[in-house]
């Protein structure tokens, strides 16, 4: 059973970065494709960036297309989010998500496993 495990959220200002990550454990990532999602408070579960096995793929959600990266290594089982630019409507909880299928994905219910979550404040 793959195990996911997100970190590097906290709190920064208004215009700042950080860079989300993503470990998993229980099995290889090599032939997953992988997602981040993120939930405002009182919100739906927003789709924000997907990639896919290979690395070769990718997709992001329209509000972060010009800010965030995806990427990934395989090696170390671990996916990373890059977010530069933040502003107070990133503030949610972010999610990383792994799938049984090669191909990169928009579609939460497309993905099989779900990190717990980590929280990104972004603040004036």
């Known amino acids: 059973q793959v195990q996911l495990v997100e970190s590097g959220g906290g709190s920064v200002q208004t215009g700042g970065s950080l860079t989300l990550s993503c470990v998993a454990s229980g099995g290889s990532l090599k032939r997953a494709g992988m997602g981040w999602f993120r939930q405002r408070l009182g919100n739906e579960r927003e789709f924000v960036a997907t990639l896919s096995a290979s690395g070769a793929g990718k997709d992001y959600g329209d509000s972060v297309r010009d800010r965030f990266r995806v990427s990934r290594d395989n090696a170390k089982n671990t996916l990373w989010l890059q977010m530069n630019n933040l502003t107070s409507d990133d503030t949610a909880t972010y999610y990383c998500?792994?799938?049984?299928?090669?191909?990169?994905?928009?579609?939460?219910?497309?993905?099989?496993?779900w990190g717990p979550g980590t929280q990104v404040t972004v603040s004036s």
């Open positions: 998500a792994a799938r049984r299928a090669p191909e990169y994905a928009r579609w939460s219910g497309a993905y099989d496993y």
